[in-house]
């Protein structure tokens, strides 16, 4: 078996495992410890390093805009921490020294944004656009049916008493990465194979506009069933980010419909189904139902529930706090990984009152784990300064601009990849603003694919002009 063949497989594997978050790994991967994606990916990466080093070639397309961008980025958080290096040379928190949290928040972004892209690109680059796309495709599939199955089989345990199905349900731990348990405490919800409630909703935003595609490219009613699935475990989920974010998409699908005549037709097929799954829905377990959708929009509102709801308190308060060091240090940031350093002068008095977090966790020197800030692009902002923001953000813009455009040019056959890149670059960015680490796995693999997409475009026009 060629060396080709080994890393391909690896990162198909990969891509079935990204949903597979719960459970012990190595804890020297620090934030990827627990992400079985990581470990076929880092794996893979190896064996792409070997063949190029046998061939004494290395591939990656790096002479086009989101590369240079992505190389820029990578770059200025290097110039950045030089320019803060007398700072967090004497920087120490939690155990932790300024220049070790830099070294080890650096891999951590060097990790998705370096060896993950060149893993992506050197299993793509032999493929068509169309091949690979429904060959990724196909296996987000078989992922979400295994995340669907034990979903509704969690859903009948959590929300209709039907505790008989709990020895079913603890039948899947003989697979690989599964660890079962239920989310029956304070917040009633699912979590289905990821590690908690959020993750299954960053999973959902994720996977949906690889299943919406399927309207597309299938005749079958059957189509619409992966969008109808998502839309239930998302109803059950108790996500609130995720019911936001899976709106937005969804919205931005409807009008990619009605602007191609195309789809109005389909449009209507699919506002359709959904009104009777809504109705299907009321009618069983109406009252329970209606209940917890009240419940659920209600827990949308982060105004009405910021003085009661302990997370949301914690949550802007960092992000408060990450404001005030951007304040300090507008241009060049305080460093990658460093806002935690200068951040905890600044939490302000109304988030930290009546609330256990920051005494128990985020001010507690003997616990090593550093706070979040639940913002990325915040986080961007306060450790990298307006240089850093500026190229995150024409970064995020670019791939969702270019999506448009080839959604917008691209023949019939291949327009809805477009839809894909658009509605993931769209969701994914959006989904930044609520977790602030790197590990976005559908964000860099669009990325490559979209890279993909650009040259292949470009070489067809050429081709066409000759």
């Known amino acids: 078996m060629s060396l080709r063949k080994i890393y391909t497989i690896l990162f198909a594997l990969g891509v079935f495992f990204i949903p597979f978050n719960e459970f012990e790994g190595m804890s020297f991967l620090g934030e990827y410890s627990d992400e079985s994606a990581t470990y076929f990916f880092l794996i893979g990466f190896v064996f792409v390093i070997i063949e190029s080093g046998i061939k004494g070639k290395f591939s990656f397309p790096y002479r086009n805009s989101l590369s240079i961008l992505l190389i820029c980025f990578i770059l200025w958080t290097v110039l950045s921490a030089l320019i803060n290096f007398e700072t967090i040379s004497t920087s120490y928190f939690k155990h932790t020294?300024?220049?070790?949290?830099?070294?080890?928040?650096?891999?951590?972004?060097?990790?998705?944004?370096?060896?993950?892209?060149?893993?992506?690109?050197?299993?793509?680059?032999?493929?068509?656009?169309?091949?690979?796309?429904?060959?990724?495709?196909?296996?987000?599939?078989?992922?979400?049916?295994?995340?669907?199955?034990?979903?509704?089989?969690?859903?009948?345990?959590?929300?209709?008493?039907?505790?008989f199905l709990i020895p079913v349900l603890e039948s899947f731990d003989i697979f690989p990465f599964v660890n079962t348990s239920l989310s029956i405490g304070r917040r009633l919800g699912i979590s289905s194979i990821t590690f908690e409630i959020p993750a299954l909703g960053t999973y959902l935003l994720t996977i949906l506009p690889w299943m919406v595609s399927y309207i597309f490219t299938e005749k079958k009613v059957y189509k619409y069933i992966p969008l109808g699935v998502i839309l239930v475990l998302l109803f059950f989920s108790d996500?609130?980010?995720?019911?936001?974010?899976?709106?937005?998409?969804?919205?931005?699908?409807?009008?990619?419909?009605?602007?191609?005549?195309?789809?109005?037709?389909?449009?209507?097929?699919?506002?359709?189904?959904?009104?009777?799954?809504?109705?299907?829905?009321?009618?069983?377990?109406?009252?329970?139902?209606?209940?917890?959708?009240?419940?659920?929009?209600?827990?949308?509102?982060?105004?009405?529930?910021?003085?009661?709801?302990?997370?949301?308190?914690?949550?802007?308060?960092?992000?408060?706090?990450?404001?005030?060091?951007?304040?300090?240090?507008?241009?060049?940031?305080v460093g990658i990984g460093q806002l935690?350093?200068?951040?905890?002068?600044?939490?302000?008095?109304?988030?930290?009152?009546?609330?256990?977090?920051?005494?128990?966790?985020?001010?507690?020197?003997?616990?090593?784990?550093?706070?979040?800030?639940?913002?990325?692009?915040?986080?961007?902002i306060a450790e990298l300064g307006l240089i850093g923001i500026i190229i995150w953000l024409s970064l995020l813009f670019l791939t969702i601009y270019y999506s448009l455009l080839y959604w917008k040019f691209s023949s019939n056959q291949y327009r809805f990849i477009g839809v894909i890149l658009l509605l993931s670059f769209i969701g994914l960015s959006i989904n930044w603003l609520q977790v602030d680490h790197f590990k976005q796995y559908g964000f860099w693999l669009c990325l490559i694919l979209l890279i993909k997409c650009r040259l292949d475009f470009r070489k067809d026009i050429s081709n066409q002009i000759k």
């Not at 799954?277 to 139902?289: A, G, R, V, Y």
């Not at 802007?316 to 240090?329: D, L, P, R, T, W």
Request: glycine share 4%; no cysteine.
């Open 97 to 163: 020294s300024g220049i070790s949290r830099y070294i080890r928040q650096s891999i951590s972004m060097l990790i998705s944004a370096v060896i993950f892209t060149i893993l992506f690109w050197n299993v793509i680059k032999n493929y068509s656009v169309m091949n690979i796309f429904l060959f990724i495709r196909k296996i987000f599939l078989f992922s979400f049916i295994f995340v669907s199955v034990y979903g509704f089989i969690e859903i009948a345990i959590v929300f209709f008493g039907m505790s």
């Open 340 to 380: 935690t350093y200068h951040s905890r002068d600044h939490y302000p008095y109304w988030a930290t009152v009546n609330n256990y977090e920051y005494d128990l966790f985020y001010k507690n020197q003997n616990l090593k784990s550093f706070p979040p800030i639940y913002n990325f692009h915040i986080r961007v």
């Open 239 to 333: 996500s609130r980010s995720a019911l936001i974010i899976i709106s937005v998409q969804l919205l931005v699908l409807l009008f990619l419909f009605i602007y191609d005549i195309r789809f109005r037709a389909g449009t209507i097929r699919i506002l359709k189904y959904g009104v009777v799954l809504i109705f299907l829905l009321t009618l069983f377990k109406s009252e329970q139902i209606i209940n917890t959708f009240y419940e659920k929009t209600d827990r949308i509102n982060f105004s009405k529930n910021l003085t009661k709801n302990v997370s949301n308190k914690s949550r802007f308060g960092m992000q408060y706090a990450a404001i005030q060091v951007f304040k300090e240090n507008p241009i060049t940031g």
